[in-house]
């Protein structure tokens, strides 16, 4: 036989839940929809810091894949978030997206990262990124336009 827990009072509802802002909306465009993906990631980096003061010292080379469209951005976004985010802390000034197959079964990016070890003192810290999410994020690749939106976690 179990245990009576019949006298087991409950507190009285002393919580609530609060709206907070914890995300940002990148919204990004291009002459193609490669160009765009480029944009993106770079209004990323340039959320965390100002790109004026990094410089070119090194290249990185990251790659991405998805099943569709949505899964290959967030996923490329993932990967240059994951790039700043370890040893050394690689904060870049530009990217390019040199294979951009979006025709296959499984959606390839490769892309080069241009920039440097991101060092408080030298570059202004902005705002930490901590996730790429899928909310609200919407991709438009008409014949005359290529945009792009994302929401991250700060």
């Given at each position: 036989?179990g ?29 193609s ?25 090194d ?6 894949t ?14 240059l ?5 370890c ?14 197959d ?7 990016i ?6 440097e ?12 990124v901590?996730?790429?999410?899928y ?16 929401i991250?976690d700060?």
């Amino acid at each position: 036989m179990g245990d009576d827990y019949s006298n087991v009072s409950i507190a009285p509802c002393k919580y609530e839940y609060l709206d907070h802002t914890a995300d940002v909306q990148l919204h990004a465009w291009g002459d193609s929809l490669k160009e765009a993906f480029e944009q993106c990631g770079m209004a990323m980096f340039g959320y965390m810091t100002e790109l004026d003061s990094v410089e070119i010292e090194d290249v990185h080379e990251i790659e991405a894949t998805g099943d569709d469209l949505e899964g290959l951005l967030y996923h490329f976004l993932d990967e240059l978030l994951f790039l700043f985010s370890c040893e050394p802390n690689i904060i870049c000034k530009k990217v390019e997206i040199v294979t951009f197959d979006v025709d296959g079964a499984e959606m390839k990016i490769k892309c080069k990262c241009y920039g440097e070890e991101f060092l408080i003192g030298k570059h202004p810290q902005g705002t930490e990124v901590k996730a790429i999410t899928y909310s609200a994020m919407q991709i438009i690749d008409d014949a005359d336009k290529h945009e792009v939106y994302v929401i991250i976690d700060i």
